[in-house]
């Protein structure tokens, strides 16, 4: 069957509208059909999810049917439906994505959730916070939207990306507290850095190494930044660059906390002592899959937190 059958007909209802796209969504392979489906529906006939149980035996008007199938058939093609409705939800909050971000993950919420614990043992009254590679800002925001004195510089090679931070930051009222550089890595203008450093570094960084890039879903290889996934060498590149540069704008009593990758956490962290001068604080499980998710690393000699 046509993805164009269904929505064409009169006498289907918005709840058979949902039936009949999640078995076809499932069909093509998207995961979590149904939720798919019902994000789909709602971002077509602008209402809330929770709506469309309410309305199940209602009637979809043309215009609504007609955004409808077009969506239903891009996500068919397995285009991401955080990009086909412009936005994903992250800690609680809504964030604008576009193809030129990284759709924000349930793992990457582990690193905020560190960060928060952190900020909130240091004692800092007035934590600055260093986000490399920050994308749509889900991590910065995020941070600033929980740490009321906290601010913070995001950094990103995209300008692109930087504009939709630039934006998630204005739409959550965070846009005073954060500086949003283009720049690689850690190589911030000199007035990026405080002159007293950063408290914390914290990056979710590229780290899918270039001979894995082939084997990742296409609706994240055929859709998402390839360079906010992969380094393009051995996916520890990026590791390399943050312990060799990260303690000149750190402060003494500062933090490293670092997402990595599936069984990644040895590897990063060999890495990252190696560089020397750096101590091992933690490694945290994420809640979604139990995989090791973030490391915490303190300059060597620092007190543990």
């Known amino acids: 069957m046509s993805v164009e059958t269904p929505v064409n007909e009169t006498e289907w209802t918005i709840g058979r509208l949902l039936t009949w796209t999640s078995d076809y969504l499932a069909s093509n392979g998207v995961e979590e059909a149904r939720l798919a489906s019902e994000v789909l529906l709602a971002h ?3 209402c809330r999810r929770i709506d469309l149980y309410a309305r199940s035996s209602e009637f979809a008007d043309d215009a609504p049917l007609v955004r409808f199938r077009e969506l239903v058939r891009r996500a068919a093609s397995l285009e991401p439906i955080a990009y086909l409705v412009g936005s994903k939800e992250f800690f609680s909050l809504s964030f604008v994505v576009t193809g030129d971000v990284l759709i924000p993950r349930p793992e990457t919420e582990t690193l905020v959730e560190v960060v928060l614990d952190l900020c909130k043992q240091a004692g800092w009254a007035q934590p600055r916070i260093l986000d490399v590679g920050t994308g749509s800002g889900c991590i910065c925001v995020t941070l600033l939207k929980n740490l009321k004195n906290a601010v913070a510089v995001g950094t990103d090679v995209s300008r692109g990306a930087l ?4 934006g998630n930051a204005e739409r959550h009222g965070v846009a005073d507290r954060l500086t949003l550089v283009e720049a690689d890595r ?11 450093g950063f408290h914390v570094v914290v990056s979710n960084p590229p780290y899918v190494p270039k001979a894995e890039v082939e084997t990742l879903p296409p609706t994240v290889r055929d859709y ?3 360079a ?3 380094d393009g060498e051995d996916g520890l ?5 943050l312990s060799a540069g990260a303690l000149r704008i750190l402060t003494p009593d500062g933090l490293m906390a670092l997402e990595v990758g599936d069984d990644q956490a040895p590897a990063v962290i060999e890495t990252v002592l190696n560089a020397g001068r750096w101590s091992h604080q933690a490694t945290v499980k994420d809640r979604v899959v139990g995989q090791d998710r973030v490391i ?3 300059p060597d000699g620092s007190t543990d937190v």
């Open 186 to 196: 850690l190589a911030l203008p000199e007035d990026a850095a405080p002159a007293d």
């Open 296 to 298: 915490v690393f303190a």
């Open 228 to 230: 906010a996934l992969c």
């Open 237 to 241: 590149s990026f590791y390399r660059s």
């Open 163 to 166: 504009e939709i931070a630039r």
């Open 224 to 226: 998402e930044p390839m």
């Open 44 to 46: 077509a006939l602008e």
